[in-house]
């Protein structure tokens, strides 16, 4: 959905507002499945013992600030990445710095909103780099 927002801005075909107007239509289906899912999932019978809400948001933002890196400079490339921590022990210190690097990452992109090419390119490269990796 952002891709094709910014697609819309940088070919100055509708207003920010009205391209995310356009582009709702996309996301209800998604979050309908989601809400399903969650909802199929909820009752089956076993506890599942999983990472907290917050543990995934860490390794969310591990994960892409690590997956950028790899794409910008290709060392030590592995075809397995294990997770940087089990379930139920404590987030690394180290971690808990990549949700600011995405933040800052993300206040520049803010900073430069008015070079649209630059912003497009920037934010279509993240997501190919995400769904190539991912």
């Known amino acids: 959905m ?5 697609l819309d801005a940088v070919q100055k075909k509708y207003a920010f507002l009205e391209s995310v107007y356009r582009k709702v239509y996309y996301l209800i289906p998604a979050i309908a499945i989601f809400i399903v899912t969650l909802v199929a999932n909820k009752d089956r019978g076993e506890e599942i013992i999983g990472y907290t809400i917050v543990d995934r948001f860490i390794f969310l933002c591990y994960s892409s600030f690590k997956y950028l890196l ?3 400079i290709p060392f030590k490339l592995s075809y397995l990445y294990p997770f940087p921590f089990q379930v139920g022990e404590k987030i690394p210190m180290a971690l808990w710095i990549y949700p ?7 206040y520049v992109i803010y900073l430069n909103r008015r070079k649209p090419l630059l912003v497009f390119c920037t934010l279509f490269s993240y997501y190919i780099c995400c769904r190539c990796f991912m």
Do not use: E, P, Q, T
């Open 70 to 72: 790899i794409s910008a």
């Open 2 to 6: 952002l891709v094709a927002v910014r």
């Open 100 to 106: 600011f690097v995405i933040l800052f990452i993300g």
